[in-house]
């Protein structure tokens, strides 16, 4: 087993146990609809989780499972992702519908004859929908979209006597989805929320980064799927599971693994990446981890970060640099930027929507990721300073 960079599952994913017994033996239980809501930071694991979910499902007889991103799509519309959507619950569905083609190919087939392809006693009864999103092009109308492929899911189900369970990555950002150039917004979520009010076969799965959006979509009282999808916040991992993976392939001793936790915060993603670059050191001391900490931040480092910083406005990035200088108070920033503490506070509203800075207690902020933190320390804080 190898560092990687890719979500991980099976024997490669460390922790996270009980979570796991948890939502699978809930997804499973057909009598359920039960469904979940992950949140947490950017690179924390909840792609993870929801492949891990999806290959322990698998397993399971009668469960059909979908694993769909929403980041995976290329022209971000809506059309695209009823489409996509579709057409992976078709082809999850083919062990159970004998269904000899992909569903990349039905698109391409012209309706005369995939009605005779589909004209098999589970198909029958999704034809009006599998004809309805394969063959509209555009300029449709957004509810009858969304309700064709959320009742594909569930009369399969129902015709197969399977439940079916949606893993949709990065759920909120279906509301920046377009549909005839426009965004098409909240009305989506409330749109989908009412339809799976009625299932009785299908279960949905839902994970999100963004703070702001995740709050629109489940978080908050207000938000459509608040009380009907279980939350869970996916937090970094604890030093004896960072210790896990960097064991597996690495000679590494307690001060060293203590040294990586502090530098990743528990964020495994860091800890695969620094995994990977120590497999290339002979001898691993104290001093060549922080060398290669070192080497991170200013070679991945830029990458990672500096689109993302150069993304904020310039009272935003004013704001996390002196951050991570150690001004941790509204006063405190107003004084070393100059500012009014009202715009500060403003701004750090911005900052923790954006998924940027924390609240940690009344008056006390934090950023979110320490690898970042860092990075703002070493290259961006100089220049501020001068
Ligand atoms: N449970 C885990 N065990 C080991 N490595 C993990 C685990 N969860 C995540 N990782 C690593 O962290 C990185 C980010 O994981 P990912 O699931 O893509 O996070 P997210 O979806 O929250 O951004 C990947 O490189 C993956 O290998
Ligand atoms: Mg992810």
């Not at 146990?17 to 809501?37: F, H, N, P, Q």
């Not at 007889?61 to 695209?80: A, H, K, N």
Request: glycine letters at 6%.
């Amino acid at each position: 087993m190898r560092f990687t960079l890719q979500p991980v599952k099976g024997k490669e994913f460390v922790d996270r146990i009980g979570l796991l017994e948890e939502m699978v033996s809930e997804l499973a239980d057909k009598r359920s609809t039960v469904g979940y809501a992950l949140y947490g930071k950017r690179r924390v694991g909840k792609t993870s989780i929801l492949k891990e979910v999806e290959r322990q499902l698998k397993m399971k007889d009668e469960i059909i499972v979908v694993y769909f991103s929403v980041w995976d799509l290329v022209e971000f519309s809506l059309l695209e992702f009823c489409q996509r959507l579709s057409m992976r619950i078709i082809d999850a569905y083919r062990p159970h519908t004998g269904l000899k083609y992909r569903a990349t190919d039905l698109l391409k087939t012209p309706a005369s004859v995939l009605r005779k392809i589909l004209d098999r006693a589970e198909f029958k009864v999704v034809y009006n929908e599998i004809e309805f999103l394969l063959s509209t092009k555009q300029q449709t109308d957004n509810d009858m979209l969304i309700e064709h492929v959320f009742d594909l899911s569930e009369k399969l189900a129902k015709s197969t006597d399977t439940k079916c369970i949606l893993l949709v990555d990065e759920f909120p950002s279906i509301i920046d989805l377009k549909s005839d150039g426009a965004r098409i917004g909240e009305p989506i979520l409330r749109k989908i929320r009412t339809i799976s009010e009625d299932w009785e076969r299908t279960s949905l799965c839902i994970s999100g980064s963004i703070k702001s959006t995740m709050e629109l979509t489940v978080l908050s009282s207000t938000s459509p799927f608040y009380r009907q999808l279980i939350v869970k916040e996916v937090k970094p991992l604890e030093k004896e599971y960072v210790g896990e993976i960097l064991l597996r392939n690495l000679k590494i001793s307690d001060e060293g693994i203590e040294e990586i936790y502090s530098f990743s915060g528990g964020i495994p993603f860091y800890v695969q990446f620094i995994g990977k670059i120590l497999e290339r050191v002979k001898e691993i001391t104290l001093d060549s981890i922080k060398d290669v900490e070192n080497e991170f931040l200013t070679e991945e480092g830029n990458i990672l970060f500096k689109e993302e910083f150069n993304s904020l406005s310039s009272k935003e990035r004013l704001i996390v640099a002196n951050i991570a200088g150690g001004h941790y108070s509204p006063k405190e920033l107003a004084n070393t930027i100059g500012d009014k503490v009202s715009n500060i506070n403003r701004f750090l509203m911005y900052l923790i929507e954006k998924g940027y800075v924390e609240k940690e207690d009344r008056g006390y902020y934090v950023l979110e990721d320490p690898v970042f933190e860092r990075w703002l320390k070493v290259f961006i804080l100089p220049s501020f300073q001068s």
